[in-house]
């Protein structure tokens, strides 16, 4: 027991660095990790999403501090992701694990080719002029959108809002990053809760999230000193790494079963 807890809590600190030096929720670690320890998909979303209500939290209050966190604009994205998340469970119950899989496999290598082949965002590209109304329904749309898929495959949505927010509101991926976490907070407490409804989150899940993701925050923490300290390069070379071993780790538990 003893070494189990000793093992989430350095997969909690390995997915908070990547939530504090990429920005985005932990999933693409945790859950291949946990499909390769043994547990079903199901139950490796309901631990994902578990630890990001932590990590994004601290993370969230770090980049708040900082003055990197548009707090309004968080709040919009935030009842979007609320409204969306809140049909996560229904969606995991509906779906089985293979297909679950497979799309959590989809999404991982095209963020993987995204970033390998430096497909351009949209975020140059000069949106029209929108009112504040206009913005804060593409907030609150954008956040139900991302809620109800990012969420729904345990893998919090961060990196999902960057093309869409850029596309619309004109957001540089820098304002986009403290933004998308700090949606994570709303977005994985209503996840929980849902899962919860929908009995994904057992009492092991409940203790495997609550251990990674109290250890993620230390995580976090050193993830968003490494940041800057960090060159553009050895940034995107980290990340295409940690890319890889999710796709493969992914791959191998969805041929093996």
Request: charged content about 10%; glycine content about 14%; aromatic content about 10%.
């Amino acid at each position: 027991m003893g070494l189990d807890i000793l093992a989430y809590a350095g997969i909690g600190v390995l997915s908070g660095i990547a939530a504090g030096f990429f920005g985005m929720g932990g999933g693409t670690i945790i859950v291949p990790i946990m499909l390769v320890l043994g547990h079903s998909i199901h139950h490796a979303i309901g631990i994902s999403v578990m630890q990001m209500i932590f990590s994004s939290t601290f993370g969230s209050i770090i980049n708040y501090k900082k003055g990197l966190l548009n707090i309004q604009d968080g709040i919009y994205a935030g009842i979007g992701g609320l409204i969306g998340a809140s049909f996560s469970g229904m969606i995991l119950g509906s779906i089985t694990p293979k297909v679950l899989t497979s799309l959590f496999l989809i999404i991982t290598i095209y963020s993987f080719i995204k970033y390998a082949f430096k497909i351009k965002a949209t975020t140059n590209l000069t949106p029209p002029i929108r009112s504040k109304l206009s913005e804060r329904l593409i907030l609150i749309v954008t956040g139900i959108i991302t809620g109800i898929f990012a969420i729904s495959l345990g893998i919090g949505g961060g990196l999902l809002m960057v093309p869409i927010l850029g596309y619309y509101l004109g957001y540089e991926s820098k304002k986009v990053v403290p933004l998308g976490l700090f949606f994570v907070i709303f977005s994985s407490i209503s996840g929980t809760i849902s899962f919860h409804d929908s009995d994904v989150i057992n009492t092991q899940v409940l203790h495997t999230g609550l251990c990674i993701g109290i250890a993620s925050m230390v995580g976090v923490w050193i993830g968003i000193r490494l940041i800057q300290i960090a060159s553009a390069k050895i940034h995107r070379n980290a990340l295409l790494i940690v890319y890889m071993l999710s796709i493969l780790a992914t791959a191998y538990k969805l041929v093996v079963g």
